[in-house]
């Protein structure tokens, strides 16, 4: 008897555990219904950054310029972070996890070249919140179903497909835009997965201030992103990563344009996969245009870090151009010179026996010269001075009509 109780209680604890576990992770992904969080430096108060994602104690945010802070205090649509670090992030470069992800891929397309296969490179894009809009170009900042979202999905996935990488975009919505957004949109997160991709990518936009986003990037007028990390996630170390290895790549090719990186109290989803991110493409107070601009350039950004700097090099759809490594053309050149020898020596010596000797071969060879070629000279001498009377005569009929 008193064991049944027991198994009970702990049952219902459980239970009750993980609905707690549950419902509070979705407060954590849900937005601020009406305006926005502001984050201040604790003691000194100067603004650290501004989001519509609901800001807990214990979030934390790497600004721009790569200063890291931790949210103490939340007070109404305020918060306060405590600076903890200045972080190297180009050290992240050099993480095995970093090195490992490229070299998996040059490996995966070794092996496969050999084998006289393809292997495609995937990357999967998909949208939680399928309302989001701009106002600017979309008349609202919620088109319910399909909203302006998917056209920055659309750029990226553009941009990403001209550099040879192959990408699976779904225009699967998941609306209301309520708590439970993420829990329908990790089915289709499941799905995509199916596919094999190197990474997933969800595509969002911010609810803030337009400058909040407004960037521009090598003199290119646009909006910034800013990347997302769940803190509830028992990959958050590999996905932090992941995650510091894109704002490393993006601030050394195009500085600006990776605003900072928010770790906040939810899952995201990405737990499903290692090489997984959300992106907030702008702001709906931004152009979409501009949004997509900023999409366009971080489709360079993805690439480079899922497959090393030289990724264009390793895929070649279509029999298109590379990206030519300094010396390969030394080496192409070279190459083609030892053919060209070789089928010069083979000619020759096929010349050689058949005509019988070395005599024989002299013998012709002066005839050519002699006769032959001279011959062949005469004749296109002759063919030059028709061709030549012919178009004076031409020349002197088109001057005739432009007189008249």
Known sequence: ????????????????????????????????????????????????????????????????????YEVVKVSGDKAYARFKQK???????????????????????NTLKAAEL??????????????ESYIPTDGTSSIPYKGGIFKVGDSLTAA??????KVTHSLKPHDPHDSMAYQRSRRTAMDLLKNGPDA???????????????????G??????????????????????????????????????????FYGKGGY?????????????????????????????MADVLATTIYGPDYQKKVTPGGGTTTQIPGEGGGAARALGWIVGIAIVGVGAY?????????????????????EFANFLGNIRKIGSSSKKGEDSGKNDNDNDINE
């Open 1 to 68: 008897m008193m064991k049944g109780i027991i198994k009970t209680i702990a049952v219902s604890l459980l239970f009750a555990l993980t609905l707690y576990t549950f419902c509070s992770m979705a407060l954590a992904e849900e937005e601020k219904e009406d305006g926005y969080f502001t984050v201040y430096e604790e003691g000194t108060n100067k603004k650290i950054f501004a989001t519509s994602m609901i800001v807990s104690i214990g979030d934390q945010y790497l600004d721009e310029e790569n200063n890291f």
């Open 87 to 109: 972080v190297d992030i180009e050290r992240s470069l050099d993480y095995p996890e970093a090195k490992a992800m490229a070299a998996a891929a040059q490996e995966d397309y």
């Open 118 to 131: 393809k292997k495609d490179r995937v990357i999967a894009i998909y949208h939680t919140h399928s309302d």
């Open 160 to 165: 990403l497909e001209r550099k040879g990488i």
């Open 200 to 218: 997933l990518v969800d595509v969002h936009r911010d609810a803030v201030p337009a400058e909040e986003y407004q960037g521009n990037v090598n």
């Open 220 to 261: 290119r007028p646009l909006a910034k992103v800013r990347l997302v990390v769940g803190r509830q996630n028992p990959q958050m170390s590999t996905i932090n990563n992941f995650a510091w290895q894109l704002k490393a790549n993006a601030d050394r090719k195009y500085p600006g344009l990776v605003k900072g990186i």
């Open 269 to 297: 989803n990405q737990d499903l996969f290692p090489h997984s991110i959300l992106i907030e493409a702008g702001t709906y107070t931004n152009s979409r245009y501009k949004a997509e601009d900023g999409a366009d350039i």
């Open 351 to 371: 010349i050689f026996i058949s005509t019988g000797g070395w005599n024989e071969l002299s013998a012709k060879v002066r005839r050519f010269a002699g006769s």
